[in-house]
């Protein structure tokens, strides 16, 4: 099992510029969600869907769109980026319902915007 | 809403010495808590978790309901403890996991 992987690991945008950063599991988990890592202020949860077709917003969903289509993907869109979404980007994901709450992590992807 | 607090952004120790990496939490349920840990180049990992109280590397962590505390302890460091250490807060009903703002432990010789 690969886990959760996320490409790109790195990647340089202007300001205005649309991305995706995709993410993707192997361990059929319901539940994924997406995180920015900033220094001095943790990791804040952007978006989270707990099954395909159903996504919800977290604590810093503004400039940022998901969708899942499928259990195994989901992408993050970036429609316009300002220098304010440089950060470290972290895709996560668990079984839905778990009495544990463990997250699996992905490698994280790192993004510039100039 | 809920809320952790990790006040040190930075705690240095000596190799040998007892480690504390202090964890306060704000919800108003039932609260499960976790502590994740990050190495240097690798991706973030469950650590603890308190439903478990288990030992993990030496590491334990009590859950102090009174003082809404999760602090993470190990009574002797290692130089191979120097990471990135996230206290996080599950609520299952809001399928969030709310994290800290971290504290780097370095282990010095």
């Known amino acids: 099992n690969a886990g959760v992987t996320q490409t790109p690991k790195f990647q340089v945008l202007k300001t205005g510029q649309s991305m995706t950063l995709q993410c993707a599991q192997d361990?059929?988990?319901?539940?994924m969600s997406w995180y920015r890592q900033d220094p001095g202020m943790g990791l804040r949860l952007i978006h989270y869907s707990v099954g395909a077709g159903i996504t919800d917003q977290g604590e810093v969903p503004n400039g940022y769109n998901v969708s899942r289509s499928t259990t195994e993907d989901f992408p993050l869109r970036l429609l316009s980026a300002a220098p304010s979404q440089t950060s470290v980007y972290f895709c996560?994901?668990?079984?839905?319902?778990?009495?544990?709450?463990?997250?699996?992590f992905g490698e994280g992807s790192r993004l510039t915007v100039l | 809403a809920q809320r952790v607090t990790q006040p040190e952004k930075l705690l240095s120790v000596f190799k040998g010495a007892p480690v504390e990496l202090k964890c306060n939490y704000s919800y108003s349920g039932s609260p499960e808590l976790f502590w994740y840990v990050q190495y240097s180049r690798q991706r973030l990992q469950l650590l603890l978790r308190h439903i478990s109280r288990e030992s993990i590397k030496g590491f334990t962590a009590d859950l102090n309901k009174g003082e809404t505390s999760f602090h993470l302890k190990k009574p002797f460091a290692q130089e191979e403890d120097s990471a990135m250490y996230y206290c996080?807060?599950?609520?299952?009903?809001?399928?969030?996991?709310?994290f800290g703002t971290g504290t780097q432990l370095k282990v010095e010789l």
């Open positions: 996560a994901s668990r079984q839905q319902g778990a009495a544990t709450g463990e997250l699996f």
């Open positions: 361990m059929n988990h319901e539940y």
């Open positions: 996080a807060l599950f609520t299952g009903g809001g399928n969030k996991l709310t």
